[in-house]
């Protein structure tokens, strides 16, 4: 059973710093991999989505790399911004179709 | 907005009771999965439903249920109601079993006292 894993669960930076979130997956026969974005109360955005055969993409200050043989992967934020404050959740697929596995994910407060 | 919207936005029962939750998708989007958060957590896949079929199934009793109709607008049924199934509702729609992008509705929040 695929089990996914953010740490940490929450993160407060100044604005301004970059932001480092963690996802580990612990079955590495994945599809791809999501990063999406949640504000209080709301539903998903998605950020960034990888392939299996990639090792990143970037979407102007995100980037998020892959790295499914130690089960990981990583969303850098740049330049931190107070609009960034949400929380952040990673997701997998098995298999082409949309059925996700979630992470707990990660609350991001960015003060001014 | 993704275009894909979910009533009620809030809804509350008590134990025992059952309830329905609707979702209405993207136009032109064949497919939708529901998904369960609870306070704090990420999200569950509860089931989907693919041109009005159920396409696989998460680790949730058959109390819960849903249909998908003709314009594929969906519904999440939910029987005898325990205080563990308050959460947010999450449906997301796209098109067709192979497209990666799917859109998430703004969510409906069920407490059950």
């Known amino acids: 059973k695929q089990e996914v894993t953010q740490i940490p669960a929450a993160l407060s930076v100044p604005e301004g710093e970059n932001l480092v979130l963690n996802c580990s997956f612990t079955d590495s026969a994945i599809y791809n991999l999501q990063w999406f974005r949640q504000d209080p109360g709301k539903g998903l955005t998605s950020l960034l989505l990888i392939q299996s055969s990639q090792r990143e993409q970037t979407s102007g200050r995100l980037n998020a790399s892959l790295d499914k043989s130690s089960g990981r992967s990583t969303l850098y934020i740049a330049a931190s911004q107070p609009g960034d404050s949400a929380t952040y959740l990673c997701?997998?697929?098995?298999?082409?179709?949309?059925?996700?596995?979630f992470g707990g994910g990660t609350r991001v407060l960015v003060k001014p | 907005e993704t275009g894909v919207t979910q009533s009620p936005t809030h809804l509350i029962k008590t134990r025992g009771q059952q309830v329905t939750l609707r979702c209405s998708s993207q136009?032109?989007?064949?497919?939708v999965s529901w998904y369960q958060q609870a306070l704090g957590q990420g999200p569950q896949f509860i089931f989907q439903?693919?041109?009005?079929?159920?396409?696989g199934r998460g680790n949730f009793p058959p109390r819960f249920s849903g249909l998908q109709f003709p314009n594929y607008s969906s519904e999440l049924n939910v029987n005898a109601l325990e205080l563990d199934d308050s959460a947010l509702y999450l449906c997301a729609s796209f098109f067709e079993l192979l497209t990666d992008t799917q859109y998430f509705g703004p969510g409906t929040r069920l407490t059950v006292l």
């Open positions: 997701a997998v697929d098995k298999a082409a179709g949309n059925k996700l596995t």
């Open positions: 439903y693919y041109r009005e079929e159920e396409n």
């Open positions: 136009s032109g989007h064949n497919t």
